[in-house]
């Protein structure tokens, strides 16, 4: 018998399929994946996105509000009047049972709350006066915005200690701007050294701080109540405050280098593997095993300062140790454990490591090896996790072999490496793997329509370059095989050969000011978002009720 569930707003839908086995039922349309796209509600993420770009536009416009304080006052109120905004409608639609719009604009609005502060560090640079009050207003609307929605939206997972742990994230940022301003009316340069124990000690502590969330009594269920939900929202925390110190560095000049980002990425990877259940009630053995490599991997960053490699390696040792006498995943941590001491032994400090090698270089030899074995195994394996350690593997090589690597230059080989790779892979779930497919697709293309803005020839060269391999391999496979096995690698690749030419077309294209375009869209994209959270019920016959969900089951938003 076909069983069916009836929405909220009387429309039945069939979901035998996606209730019994977590999966789609087959044969869909394109329509219905236009209408599922649509019931994501992409508008909301673009209209925060725009609403940030037009204050940076109208910002840095020197003809625009004149003075630097009417621009902050500006950029400052407008910023607030947006937050509460996604909160007003949230508890809007929450009381409307859109459960999944409402979830994602208290996803965002966590991800803008530091956004003021950053503003608050601009304002310590005017004057400590208006700092402070900004300073003031924007911690009472973060706490009235935050309390508002625990108030509003009683179905909200939002637990009292992720407020109270989301109260010391807010305080450290709210000190930071008065930490900076004294040691910088000395000397801008002196910041180095404090910025580097915030990156360093402060972040990772902070990032830590989330295994001191609750654990997770039910899973499933509505969106608002999503067993990782407070995760999620303490994780966007850390990384604005991330983006906080990253805007303090960039006023007194300082390069964010990657070794500074190691130690909050490996305090969040050991954090998601502690906290795994947060996600899965029972989460599989493979699982938890391959969430082991990512403390590993975080290392790799700080290959560039032996002491902080030195640090997380023996740290690293003394978890994967733990692990192997009182853990689960003992196979995979004694591997891990021998690989941490071997690279203990290659974090020895350069002058001992010259006098055993002449030429001795700590990191070539440990990127150089671990990266070419760990490259061609990922080349020669089919399974897809493999694919994605292989690509970010390669996108890592660049910084070893040109001087002057670029973030733009380590998206492209990435993407190019996965997109490859994925004609390898098998098909044990083809819609997750077309899904995953599409994504890295989509980010080349607009990873290389960012990174060509301007028309560089590097840039150029180089994503013209990896469109082309792409398009040689799909042909050769077509020869090879008589058949494609997708279409989505090759008009990929011919749109990113067209980001040039579109970007020498856009480049005439400007008779209104594109901040204030932009600051427009965003409120224009913000209630078309409500309105087709509004009236989803009505043309999308795939929306199940979310009282119905399936409990032990992972949703994702």
Request: aromatic share 8%.
């Amino acid at each position: 018998m076909e069983s069916s569930v009836t929405s909220d707003h009387g429309n039945t839908v069939e979901v035998d399929e996606l209730l019994q086995t977590g999966h789609e039922p087959a044969g869909r349309s394109r329509g219905d994946w236009i209408r599922r796209f649509l019931a994501g509600n992409p508008f909301y993420m673009v209209s925060a996105a725009l609403l940030l770009l037009g204050i940076n536009r109208l910002v840095v416009d020197p003809d625009f509000l004149g003075a630097e304080t009417p621009k902050l006052i500006f950029s400052f109120s407008a910023l607030q009047i947006y937050e509460v905004l996604l909160v007003g409608v949230a508890v809007f639609l929450a009381r409307r049972k859109i459960w999944y719009d409402s979830t994602l604009l208290v996803v965002l609005e966590s991800a803008l709350v530091l956004v003021s502060f950053i503003l608050v560090t601009q304002a310590v640079l005017i004057g400590r006066g208006l700092a402070l009050a900004l300073c003031l207003g924007g911690a009472v609307l973060a706490v009235a915005r935050w309390g508002g929605a625990r108030l509003f939206i009683r179905e909200l997972n939002l637990p009292t200690r992720l407020l109270g742990l989301g109260l010391v994230v807010l305080a450290a940022n709210l000190a930071l701007p008065f930490i900076f301003r004294p040691i910088m009316e000395e000397d801008v340069q002196d910041w180095e050294i404090p910025s580097h124990y915030a990156w360093m000690l402060a972040l990772p502590l902070l990032q830590l701080l989330a295994m001191g969330l609750p654990r997770p009594s039910q899973w499933g269920g509505l969106a608002m109540q999503r067993s990782w939900l407070p995760l999620l929202m303490f994780t966007l925390l850390i990384a604005a405050s991330g983006v906080h110190l990253y805007c303090v560095g960039y006023v007194c000049n300082l390069s964010l280098e990657p070794f500074l980002l190691a130690p909050v990425l490996w305090a969040a990877a050991w954090t998601v593997y502690h906290r795994l259940t947060d996600f899965l009630p029972a989460p599989s053995a493979k699982l938890r095993a391959a969430l082991l490599f990512p403390p590993a991997m975080a290392t790799l960053l700080a290959l560039s300062h032996s002491r902080l490699f030195l640090t997380l390696t023996v740290l690293n040792i003394g978890l994967y140790g733990s692990l192997c006498v009182f853990g689960r995943d003992r196979r995979v941590a004694v591997q891990l454990l021998g690989a941490s001491c071997a690279a203990l032994v290659a974090a020895m400090p350069p002058e001992a490591g010259s006098a055993l090698l002449p030429e001795f270089s700590r990191g070539k030899a440990i990127a150089f090896s671990l990266g070419a074995s760990a490259l061609l195994y990922a080349v020669a394996s089919r399974r897809v996790g493999i694919g994605i350690c292989g690509a970010i593997l390669a996108a890592l090589t660049p910084r070893f072999l040109f001087e002057v690597p670029t973030t733009h230059l380590a998206g492209q080989v990435g993407a190019v490496f996965l997109l490859l790779h994925s004609l390898r892979w098998g098909a044990p779930d083809p819609v997750r793997i077309a899904l995953l497919r599409g994504a890295v697709a989509l980010a080349w293309i607009v990873d290389a329509f960012m990174w060509t803005r301007n028309l560089e020839a590097m840039a150029i060269s180089t994503v013209c370059g990896g469109a082309g391999l792409v398009l040689g391999v799909c042909w050769l496979a077509w020869l090879l095989t008589g058949q494609c096995k997708t279409r989505i690698l090759p008009v990929a690749a011919f749109l990113v050969l067209m980001t040039t030419p579109a970007h020498c077309l856009f480049s005439s294209v400007s008779s209104v000011h594109p901040g204030v375009l932009a600051v427009a869209g965003s409120f224009l994209l913000l209630a078309l978002g409500t309105a087709l959270a509004l009236t989803k019920h009505r043309w999308n016959r795939l929306t199940a009720a979310s009282s119905d969900e399936s409990p032990g089951k992972f949703h994702g938003l």
